[in-house]
């Protein structure tokens, strides 16, 4: 067998491991919240040994972290929806079916969400991630709000980045209400509503 086929299944038994010491953690993390969850845990369940667990990951914060970046990738393909609207009222439809999967995803990622919301509250590590995901919807929001001023469809005389800020931040409120079960009204009926306060406010 040549080197090159040593370093393949090398690779190869390494992702597998790191896959698996993943779903051993989502388990936990689920059954015990982040709190509780150890790392010794995940790795028990995962049936692999510590020397092996620890080469992969530092400890049950750097684990999430994985998990929440695999989780909200699945949000930022709706922020990723093409944003080229032709009229307001065509920005608006674009707009409330964005919002509205956002927070059916919310939805049905509500489990998980409160885990990643448990560790924001008690994690810097954690806490800092989420700033750099939120950084990352928010420069997209803003580069469709500027789309939206350069073709004469929003006012030009504000500032889209703050635009976008504002826009995320009220999403993200209503998605941490619907993790935890305190929205009022039901997810489309919040998506439209928010959707169509942004759109008066923003759109000509």
Do not use: C
Not at 26 to 49: D, S, W
Not at 82 to 97: G, V, W, Y
């Amino acid at each position: 067998m040549n080197q090159r086929n040593v370093e393949d299944k090398r690779h190869l038994r390494s992702l597998k491991t790191r896959s698996k010491l993943l779903e051993a953690a989502k388990e936990v993390f689920l059954q015990e919240g982040f709190h509780k969850a150890t790392i010794k845990q995940m790795i028990n369940k995962a049936g692999i040994g510590y020397g092996t667990a620890y080469v992969h990951f530092e400890g049950k914060e750097d684990l999430l972290i994985v998990l929440m970046e695999d989780v909200m990738e699945r949000f930022f393909e709706i922020a990723e929806i093409s944003f080229l609207p032709k009229s307001k009222q065509e920005a608006e439809e674009i707009i409330n079916k964005q919002a509205n999967a956002f927070l059916k995803t919310a939805e049905a990622e509500r489990d998980m969400m409160q885990v990643f919301e448990q560790a924001i509250g008690v994690s810097s590590i954690v806490s800092d991630k989420w700033k750099v995901i939120r950084g990352k919807f928010i420069q997209r929001i803003s580069k469709d709000v500027a789309y939206a001023q350069q073709n004469g469809l929003a006012r030009s005389g504000i500032n889209h980045e703050i635009v976008a800020r504002g826009w995320f931040f009220t999403n993200e409120m209503y998605l941490w209400e619907i993790v935890r079960d305190e929205h009022h009204g039901s997810v489309e009926e919040i998506a439209a509503t928010i959707t169509s306060v942004y759109v008066t406010g923003l759109y000509i």
